[in-house]
């Protein structure tokens, strides 16, 4: 019954290559979020959407594409992998009213070759 | 400007202690919330604790209080009588009332180590 899940947990891929993450939640949020992660472990907000419509996009270069099927998932799609992308993606969720709680994923450790 | 300033990189504490991480924020906004997040070894991202800017009073949950000082625009978390599991990174994260544009930004953590 996990709130937030994403997988895979771990990606390792080569530079170049194309690769998604999935995201689904079922606490029944409106809203659902990207971070990244860095290896000094900064976070950084990258994408939210809100019941499948996108309302943030952090100037994320646009090889990086979501896509919400349906409010409850959003997945992320990042095409010509390069080295940089390697970090920790963070999928996180909350209901659509200004000031709530948001609840994260566990992580995928993305590495790229 | 940072929106959410974290001056210890580090801590160490012992075991049973209380410890407060700090945590100071710029914002022009007058509603906004103040979250504090635990990132354990195992990378999850732990929510832990919400003041919200209207709060008068400082929120609990369990042995972590935020200690909110709206004038010094600081958001301390204390955890009191430390555990060995507390060893974690903490991060300070706020949200502004910016309709359409929710979403958290996050200080750069304080990894914080209990001595047994």
């Known amino acids: 019954d996990t709130a937030v899940s994403q997988t895979p947990k771990y990606l390792v891929t080569q530079m170049g290559n194309d690769k998604s993450i999935k995201c689904e939640q079922n606490l029944g949020h409106d809203t659902m979020y990207w971070y990244k992660q860095d290896s000094k472990k900064f976070l950084k907000i990258m994408f939210s959407?809100?019941?499948?419509?996108?309302?943030i996009n952090e100037t994320v270069p646009n090889r990086f594409s979501p896509k919400s099927p349906d409010k409850a998932h959003l997945n992320l799609h990042i095409n010509s992998l390069e080295l940089g992308d390697s970090a920790v993606y963070f999928c996180a969720s909350s209901q659509d009213d200004t000031q709530e709680t948001q609840y994260f994923g566990p992580g995928t450790r993305l590495l790229v070759l | 400007a940072q929106k959410i300033t974290q001056t210890q990189p580090g801590m160490f504490v012992q075991e049973k202690e209380a410890v407060t991480l700090d945590c100071t924020y710029d914002t022009s906004d007058q509603s906004y919330g103040l979250f504090w997040y635990k990132q354990p070894s195992s990378g999850e991202m732990i929510f832990l604790i919400y003041?919200?800017?209207?709060?008068?009073q400082n929120a609990t949950e369990g042995r972590y209080s935020l200690n909110f000082q709206k004038a010094r625009k600081s958001a301390n978390l204390v955890i009191s009588a430390s555990q060995l599991g507390d060893s974690a990174m903490y991060f300070c994260a706020m949200r502004e009332e910016n309709f359409g544009n929710e979403k958290l930004t996050f200080g750069t953590g304080t990894r914080l180590t209990i001595i047994p």
């Open positions: 959407y809100n019941n499948k419509e996108l309302i």
């Open positions: 003041q919200g800017s209207y709060d008068e």
